[in-house]
């Protein structure tokens, strides 16, 4: 009855964290790199909705060299969210805003399509609002598996009111992916080193790549991941048996991000 007792009280615990993340989704101040990340959503409109795929490989002489560089050097994980989200609510490729203009005012950027109207500004908000609400739950089983249920509130609370991953997080950048698929790779990889099995090998390079996908820098805590699990690995006896697993979860990892980008 006392486990069920806390096991209540987790949850209740994460879901007043969680929403109170959601809930200041349309507080949090416009930025106009939201304007650009919602326009890069189009390629989920080229690619499931009008059928370009082409469009979005990599050419040598592509429609818009701006769109093909940015996709380069950008992840595609939440675009593609973004855009099934405005999809799921009526746009269309064709209705959603231009790039933010750097070079120009406010009043250019809102008055000539180069800005979402407030609907489609919190439409493609709100999945890195959801992946960073989520992220609160995985990292508390992350404190949970290292130091118990005391160290697994603190990190969390620290986590949920952090003004920087606030906001950031809710805004339809790249952040709330970056954190909940980077935080799932460090779950899974401490699951990899208790029970050694490939089950969670195989989750390690499905959230590996999902972080790579979600934005670049996620490279950082991979490789911290792997390297921390090869140092492991060689401390053991049979220690190929755990490299294979690295291995092979390295090697699903880069197909799931070259999966979820066509440009590369």
Known sequence: MTRQKSGWLDALFL???AGYILAGTALVPFHGDESTTIWMSRDYGFIFL?????RVRYQESPVSATEQHMRLITGSLTK????????????????????W???ADWHYNQTTGHAPDDRL?????WPSALMLAAGVVVLFGIGRMLGGRGVAYVACLYYA????????GRRAM??????????????????LLRRRSWRAAIALGLCSGLALAAKHPAGFTLVAVFGAGMVYSWQEADRWRLVGK???AATLALLVFCALHPQW
């Open 15 to 17: 879901a007043v964290l």
């Open 121 to 125: 500004l919190m439409l493609g908000r």
């Open 246 to 248: 690295l291995v092979v």
């Open 101 to 103: 203009d750097w070079g």
């Open 80 to 99: 593609y969210l973004i855009g099934f989200s405005w999809h799921l609510n009526g746009y269309t490729t064709a209705q959603i805003n231009e790039q």
């Open 50 to 54: 009008d059928g370009e795929l082409d």
């Open 161 to 168: 009111l952090n003004p920087a991953l606030l906001l950031n």
């Open 174 to 191: 790249f952040e709330g992916g970056l954190v909940l698929f980077s935080l799932l790779t460090v779950l899974v990889a401490i699951w």
